[in-house]
């Protein structure tokens, strides 16, 4: 198997806060647009719509995000962070949950039928590792959570956004929704959106979506609600829940047809297209869980363009930017973004690239 790419990141290009923060606005990162055989190009994001052509369409991502972060004591009294990452597949009466320390490290030594209490009166009970519920240790776990109602409803009153390390500021829920964001009512019936924003649409704004419109870029949906984003070495990503509606069918199929393209806008969006992609890169409508990972052993067959920001040495999501783009192009991403001091993170610089 083709190893992810691997480079170093300098400390001094993590996003520590919000754009807005540093006098930023969100459509105003940077934006470095790639393509095969072409040098790159260094924009801002609000120069999107005219980095893509009329009848190109756009693919966002409508899932809105959790405050899915809560403070908790374990067993034998030592405090604990819980990262609520989204439902168990097939049992909606169970949760994914990632434990960490008030640091923020990893925590591996949970067990079966430990209670961590939670606040509120609400408490969690680990039932077995996930995904492997053999596993020795493990970061994260099938839990119930007992929140005397909606876990949802329960999270937003007193949880708190997912933040990682690499930021020094604690920035509110608010932060962390998209423009297109808005709740849905997943196929699950759990009510619960994504435990971490799908933050390749974060910098798009009103005011690029209408000059989208105006150049005549069409703008289409999908919904895939992110679960925990932090994975170790080696591991894949997770199933994820997503909904491709059949009007963004139609635009996907309609956009082939007439030999345009369709770009995502972050792995997320690649991901849920991508699963109800046919052989010939034709989309149908459909909902459900996705476990499809992306790589050289499946390249993309419908996206051909994706919005994304920027990812960590040899993160697992760098081969599906090479699935939809080529190695050569992601390479070349890459190697000028560390050079020009592009920003990384959630709350960092954009990359378009193209096939």
């Given at each position: 198997m083709t190893a992810p790419l691997s480079f170093v990141l300098p400390d001094r290009l993590s996003a520590t806060e919000p754009p807005e923060a540093r006098?930023?606005?969100?459509?105003?990162?940077?934006?470095?647009?790639?393509?095969?055989?072409?040098?790159?190009?260094?924009?801002?994001?609000?120069?999107?719509?005219?980095?893509?052509?009329?009848?190109?369409?756009?693919?966002?991502?409508?899932?809105?995000?959790?405050?899915?972060?809560?403070d908790g004591t374990r067993a034998d009294?030592?405090?604990?962070?819980?990262?609520?990452?989204?439902?168990?597949?097939?049992?909606?009466?169970?949760?994914?949950?990632?434990?960490?320390?008030?640091?923020?490290?990893?925590?591996?030594?949970?067990?079966?039928?430990e209670v961590l209490t939670l606040p509120c009166?609400?408490?969690a009970v680990l039932v077995a590792a996930y995904p492997d519920p053999r596993a020795a240790t493990s970061r994260l776990w099938c839990a119930t959570i007992g929140a005397g109602g909606s876990l949802p409803a329960w999270l937003e009153r007193i949880g708190r956004p997912i933040t990682y390390s690499h930021l020094r500021t604690a920035p509110s829920i608010?932060?962390?929704?998209?423009?297109?964001?808005?709740?849905?009512?997943?196929?699950?019936?759990?009510?619960?959106p994504s435990a971490e924003m799908p933050s390749a649409?974060?910098?798009?704004?009103?005011?690029?979506?209408?000059?989208?419109?105006?150049?005549?870029?069409?703008?289409?949906?999908?919904?895939?609600?992110?679960?925990?984003?932090?994975?170790?070495?080696g591991e894949t990503p997770l199933p994820e829940r997503?909904?491709?509606?059949?009007?963004?069918?139609?635009?996907?199929?309609?956009?082939?047809?007439?030999r345009r393209r369709v770009v995502a806008v972050g792995t997320t969006v690649t991901r849920a297209l991508e699963t109800v992609a046919a052989e010939d890169g034709s989309v149908r409508a459909g909902s459900g869980w996705t476990d499809l990972v992306l790589g050289p052993g499946r390249p993309a067959r419908t996206v051909d363009g994706l919005v994304?920001?920027?990812?960590?040495?040899?993160?697992?999501?760098?081969?599906?930017?090479?699935?939809?783009?080529?190695?050569?192009?992601?390479?070349?991403?890459?190697?000028?973004?560390?050079?020009?001091?592009?920003?990384?993170?959630?709350?960092?610089?954009?990359?378009?690239?193209?096939?």
């Open positions: 006098g930023v606005p969100r459509d105003g990162v940077r934006l470095l647009v790639a393509r095969p055989g072409v040098p790159v190009r260094h924009r801002r994001f609000r120069d999107l719509p005219s980095a893509l052509a009329p009848g190109d369409v756009l693919v966002v991502n409508t899932s809105t995000t959790a405050p899915a972060a809560v009294g030592r405090p604990v962070t819980v990262h609520v990452s989204g439902p168990v597949p097939d049992d909606p009466g169970r949760w994914v949950v990632e434990l960490r320390t008030p640091d923020r490290e990893r925590v591996h030594d949970g067990s079966p039928g009166g609400a408490a608010a932060d962390f929704r998209t423009v297109v964001s808005r709740p849905d009512r997943d196929f699950a019936g759990t009510g619960f649409g974060r910098p798009l704004t009103r005011d690029v979506l209408r000059r989208l419109a105006a150049r005549g870029v069409g703008v289409a949906e999908v919904v895939l609600h992110t679960g925990v984003s932090s994975l170790e070495a997503y909904r491709v509606p059949a009007r963004t069918a139609d635009a996907v199929n309609a956009a082939r047809a007439a994304t920001g920027w990812h960590e040495p040899q993160a697992s999501h760098l081969l599906l930017l090479e699935a939809v783009a080529g190695r050569d192009t992601v390479a070349a991403a890459y190697e000028a973004a560390l050079a020009e001091g592009y920003l990384w993170h959630e709350f960092g610089d954009s990359c378009l690239l193209l096939a």
